[in-house]
Structures are given as C-alpha cells and as structure tokens.
C-alpha cells in the first residue's frame, strides 16, 4: 500500500491501495483502489504515484484497474492526472478504469483520452475482456459516445452534485473529528486520522459520516475502555421492520426496508427518510425513492424553512398537507418545488425516541391533493415510526459503539 502525500491540515488526501485480482484469460490484474480528494496542486505528484503502480503492473504482467468510485473531488486535476498518466503508456495495455464518479466520467469522454476504458464494475471489465479473441493492444481504445452506455446523462450529473453538496455539509464534521483524534491520540496529520476513521468505519460497515459525528458528540474517553461497564444489548422487539430476515446491524438495509413499508402502508408514489445529524442538529437524508432531482437538491442544502418533515421534527406529531398548492406551512420555494414534480399531497411522520426527541422523519408523497393515510394505514405508519425509533436507538448503543470502541482501542495501541 502507498500513500500520496499531502500538505498538513489537507481534506482527506487521496490514497491508492493496491491488491491482486483473478480472472483474466491469461494475466491477473492489479487493482489500485483509489479514496480521498485530488486538488489541482497535487495532481502532478499524484500522477507520479500512479505511474509508479503502472510500472509495477506491467513489470509483473498485470492489467492495470482504476478504481475511483470514492474519489471526492478534482475533476480537472484527476483528467490532467490521467492524460499525463496516458501519455507516457502509449502502446501498452488500455488502463481499466471502473466506478467513476459521473463528472469524471463526462470528462474523460469529453478529453478523448487514449489509452482509457470506463466500466460499471470491475465484473463487468473482467468479463468483457475476458470474451475479447483479439490481442487486447489491437482493441479499439475509442468507443463512439453515442453508443457508450457509461456516458453520464444529465440525471448522473444532477445526482453528482446532489452528493457534491451533501459532502460539503459533512466536510466539516469530518474535520472535527480529525481534529478531535489528532488531539487525544496525538495524530501526527489528518491523513493519519483519516485512516483510521475509514478503517472503522469499514470494518463496522459504519457510514462515515455517521462515525465522524459519534466521534464528536460523544464523551471523551477516560481510561482504556470508552464505555466502561457497557453490555450487550439485544436486538428490540419489532413489530414491522423484522419482516423478511433484515440484518438489524446493517443500517443501509434498515433505512431502505423502512421507506418500502412507509411507501407500501401509505399507497405513496414516493417518499423519503431523513434522520437527525447530532453533530449539527439537522435533519439529514438518507434514503429516497420517487422524488425528483430538483426536491432532493432542495433537501441536501440544509436550508430546512418551510419543509414540512422539519415542522413534524419540531413539532414532535404528523404533519399533513393534503393540498401543497394551499399550504401556509410551506415555503414558497419549496411548494414550487413540489408542485413542479407532480406532488399535491404529503404526509410526515416523525420518529420519536422513548425519551421523547425526535430522531427523524418518514415522509411520503402523493401526485393527487387530498390522497392522505388515515384509519388504519395511519396506526401502521405509527408503528412503523416507533419501530424505527427503537431500532435507531439499539443501532446507536450496540453497532455504533462497538465502531467507537474499536477505535478508540486501536488508537490507544498506536499512541506514544
């Protein structure tokens, strides 16, 4: 594994990890997965890195793979990288590149880089080459952007930025807790605590975000064990959300089952959930389905007056607006918004802990005024909403401190 260098205090420096992969016809392949950010300044000694790698690769007669599914920023700086990089490998094998973000990929179809191929997922790449008869420098390096299905369309890119803004609102809370971990563990950069953060949050399969905001609300650790005399707690009694086998420890699959019983209980066409950021106190989204992009742009910028899952999140109760075109609640902005994407009516329902705060909101949306839950698709939505509570609060307590604990452990061991 290498590292690229970084200036101290640098947003989460790009890092390339290397490992072998099986499953070309005659040759393995060398995948270089990629994470961080690429700033124009170091784009050159970034591009020095890769090269390096490529060397490797083909000294030992490996194809080379690019994974940059979780490079955050740098368009430009990460093109000029790679035109550079191509450069200077003119006649040897294409460089594979999979799960690119969509401007990046706009950019390279863009630039015309020789010697480049984009693929979905690194499958797909291997089974592709895998089924080419002819010697792999004789394949064409070019394919024609209308019949490229890896070409981003404006929805890609709308989707892009959407993730962008949403990035620049946890940058700070991941800077915070970089910051808190330099502190405590005396950390000789942010790159190192940033490590360390993605390790845990990996091996917990923590979200990031999620992880970095535990970090710095919780209380500082006194002694060898952060949560001394902390027991196992066992999973709460659900009465919806334990349908169909869910694994409560994985919370991408949790969130997701709760929309799809939101949308079934309440005949919605669509909705979403956000759930409260500690580390800002705002509402935070974290899954969707059926909204349209201009909304769900609205709803990444954090700007949360005239929402009405916001007024439920304050209020504590339902919010229903069975006519948005009539709605005093509603900003202007975003009854625009809503209207504009075919939503007459919608309905909030917040997720209330035992003690009493509210710790999200399930919102649905119906393209008909008047079309609201009521009876008994109501009461399901209700204990739908407590149900998500009790499992956030046993998610909190039991996975997300076990993540805690595991780093602090690992930390204390690297500590001076």
């Known amino acids: 594994m290498k590292f690229s260098s970084a200036r101290p205090g640098a947003p989460a420096p790009l890092v390339i990890e290397s490992s072998l992969v099986e499953g070309l016809p005659a040759e393995g392949a060398l995948l270089l997965r990629m994470s961080g950010s690429l700033s124009p300044d170091g784009a050159e000694a970034w591009s020095d890195e890769l090269r390096g790698h490529l060397e490797e690769a083909d000294r030992a007669g490996l194809r080379p793979v690019l994974d940059m599914a979780h490079v955050q920023l740098g368009g430009a700086a990460v093109l000029h990288a790679l035109s550079e990089t191509t450069r200077v490998r003119a006649g040897r094998p294409d460089l594979i590149i999979i799960r690119a973000r969509p401007g990046v990929r706009e950019a390279v179809h863009l630039a015309r880089l020789d010697g480049v191929r984009l693929y979905a997922t690194l499958d797909e790449a291997l089974r592709e080459l895998a089924r080419a008869t002819s010697p792999v420098e004789d394949l064409p390096a070019w394919r024609s952007q209308m019949s490229d299905p890896w070409r981003p369309s404006y929805e890609d ?157 304050s209020r504590g109760r339902r919010v229903s607006v069975p006519d948005v075109a009539a709605e005093p609640l509603l900003s202007d902005e975003v009854r625009h918004a809503l209207l504009a994407t075919d939503t007459r009516a919608l309905h909030c329902v917040p997720v209330v802990s035992a003690a009493g705060s509210c710790t999200g909101v399930i919102t649905l949306h119906w393209p008909e005024a008047g079309h609201l839950p009521a009876g008994a698709r109501a009461e399901i939505l209700d204990v739908l909403a407590a149900d998500t509570a009790a499992w956030l609060s046993w998610y909190h307590r039991s996975v997300l401190l076990d993540a805690l604990e595991h780093l602090h452990r690992l930390l204390t061991r690297r500590a001076p």
């Open 157 to 313: 890119l709308h989707k892009e930025v959407r993730a962008l803004r949403a990035r620049v609102r946890t940058a700070p809370v991941i800077g915070m807790a970089q910051g808190t971990l330099m502190a405590r563990y005396g950390l000789p950069d942010s790159g190192s605590a940033f490590r360390v953060l993605r390790e845990a949050s990996q091996r917990f399969n923590v979200p990031l975000r999620v992880l970095v905001s535990a970090v710095v609300v919780a209380r500082p650790p006194d002694g060898e064990v952060w949560f001394p005399g902390r027991r196992s707690l066992p999973v709460p009694q659900l009465r919806i959300l334990a349908r169909e086998g869910r694994d409560p420890r994985c919370r991408r699959q949790m969130i997701d089952a709760v929309l799809h019983e939101a949308l079934a209980a309440g005949r919605a066409t669509a909705g979403y959930v956000r759930f409260v950021d500690p580390a800002v106190n705002a509402l935070t989204l974290e899954t969707h389905y059926g909204c349209d992009e201009r909304f769900l742009d609205h709803l990444v910028r954090g700007q949360d007056e005239g929402l009405a899952d916001a007024a439920a999140r």
